[in-house]
């Protein structure tokens, strides 16, 4: 079945940095795009970034350009989302979804990890 | 970038009930790359609906999408107690996501 876990979320101070990762299992990772969406507490879904297939499009909501960067690596089944720079307002639950193929919706999900920005 | 406007912001029905939820994009959604999703409190969103109308696997027929353009409905013909939940519709356009505001379906 498939599963996507995410991890690396914490407490983090204004202006620092966190990694997340998204470990996938039970499909041919390297054929999906996979995506980042976040979830502030008590809010609505905000799309975070994409990735393709083979890692060689990526892009950003403008909230988080030139902060963010997401990468992945097929061979260990898992996409990155590197989070510099980090404000207030990047506190939210992140989600990793798979995007389906031709629908461009978001079929699978993970659990989510929260990133409290806070001093 | 399109803004989703959904609405509205709160339905209050009971069980076996007619529940109709839109979604309204600001410009029109190219090739129908509309999808709604239901979460429930400290759950991850679940793929109800893609393309507009299709349903995804494992979704029950009551639940049904329809629409095209800039105006799309989200119907679930007979509430069930597990349906109460939050519901929110994305697109896709320019390379980019997103998400409307999300209506919440609660008990009458």
């Known amino acids: 079945q498939v599963q996507l876990v995410e991890s690396g979320g914490g407490l983090v101070k204004p202006g620092g940095s966190q990694r997340l990762s998204c470990a996938a299992s039970?499909?041919?990772?390297?054929?999906?795009?996979m995506s980042w969406i976040r979830q502030a507490p008590g809010k609505g879904l905000e799309w975070v970034s994409y990735?393709?297939?083979?890692?060689?499009?990526?892009y950003y909501a403008d909230s988080v350009k030139g902060r963010f960067t997401t990468s992945r690596d097929n061979a260990k089944n898992s996409v990155y989302l590197q989070m510099d720079s980090l404000r207030a307002e990047d506190t939210a639950v992140y989600f990793c979804?798979?995007?389906?193929?031709?629908?461009?919706?978001?079929?699978?999900w993970g659990q989510g990890t929260l990133v409290t920005v806070s001093s | 970038e399109i803004v989703l406007t959904q609405s509205p912001g709160t339905l209050s029905l009971s069980p076996g009930e007619r529940a109709t939820l839109s979604c309204r994009a600001s410009?029109?959604?190219?090739?129908?790359?509309l999808a709604w999703y239901q979460q429930k409190p400290g759950q991850a969103p679940r793929l109800l609906i893609y393309?507009?109308?299709s349903r995804a696997t494992g979704i029950p027929d009551r639940f049904s999408g329809s629409g095209s353009g800039t105006d799309f409905t989200l119907t679930i013909s007979r509430l069930e107690p597990e349906d109460f939940a939050v519901y929110y519709c994305?697109?896709?356009?320019?390379?980019?996501?997103?998400f409307g505001p999300g209506t919440k379906v609660d008990i009458k």
């Open positions: 979804a798979r995007r389906t193929g031709v629908n461009r919706a978001f079929d699978y």
């Open positions: 039970g499909f041919t990772f390297s054929d999906y795009y």
């Open positions: 990735i393709s297939s083979s890692g060689s499009a990526i």
């Open positions: 410009q029109s959604v190219s090739n129908n790359y």
């Open positions: 393309g507009a109308s």
């Open positions: 994305q697109q896709y356009g320019s390379s980019s996501f997103t």
